[in-house]
């Protein structure tokens, strides 16, 4: 654009002395993206779930749950069960801005980590996140309800899944996420990437 487009574009910006400053975009996994107007009278979410995601801080956040999870089957403690919860439940509402385990994965170890790191769909990850806040709320539920060894079971299952991503990239949620597109119960524009998650290595 010329200067003199620029000044018909934008007659008054120079008599009232404004300043029209650049749109920033939001990096992938920031937990400090700001409302925006979208232009149709919506306005984004101040903390959006990440998309894409980073794989490596994935696993890591995994690993946290692995050791979490493996402390409150070992222990029976319910500070561990309610840590673990509230981690899922902050991780699915707003991403990573108020998890301090995601915090951690992506703002401090990720960044250390020198490879190439590979970002994948965010919806099949907040969909295993969402399992992973369901079977920890079922646990809470198991122990408020004085059923302390089905509560450890409900976590163990959840741990074994998280060792699952962690170890291996496996991601269950994830391949759970795709059967769901492919029998049409969630809309494929959500994620056109994901229909063929299950068949990813």
């Known amino acids: ?20 400053e650049p749109m920033r975009e939001p990096t992938p996994e920031s937990p400090t993206t700001l ?3 979208r232009g149709d009278g919506r306005r984004q979410k101040r903390y959006p779930f990440p998309n894409p995601v980073n794989e490596t801080s994935a696993r890591i956040v995994a690993a946290g749950v692995v050791l979490t999870g493996a402390a409150y089957v070992s222990t029976g403690h319910l500070l ?14 707003t991403g990573p801005a108020f998890s301090p385990l995601a915090l951690l994965a992506t703002r401090v170890l990720t960044p250390r980590i020198r490879k190439t790191h590979r970002m994948v769909p965010g919806p099949p990850k907040r969909f295993a996140q969402l399992v992973g806040l369901l079977f920890s709320a079922a646990a809470c539920i198991l122990y408020i309800a004085d059923m302390p060894v ?32 492919k029998a049409g119960l969630v809309p494929e524009r959500i994620c056109t990437e994901c229909a063929n998650l299950g068949a990813r290595p």
């Open 80 to 93: 561990l069960l309610l840590a673990l919860t509230y981690g899922f439940l902050a991780r699915v509402s």
């Open 35 to 37: 409302v925006t107007d």
């Open 1 to 20: 654009m010329t200067g003199h487009e620029s000044r018909d574009r934008f007659p008054d910006a120079k008599a009232e002395g404004a300043t029209i």
């Open 150 to 181: 089905a509560s450890r079971v409900a976590v163990l299952m959840l741990t074994a899944a998280a060792f699952l991503e962690a170890a291996f990239g496996l991601c269950l949620g994830c391949i759970m996420f795709s059967w769901l597109i």
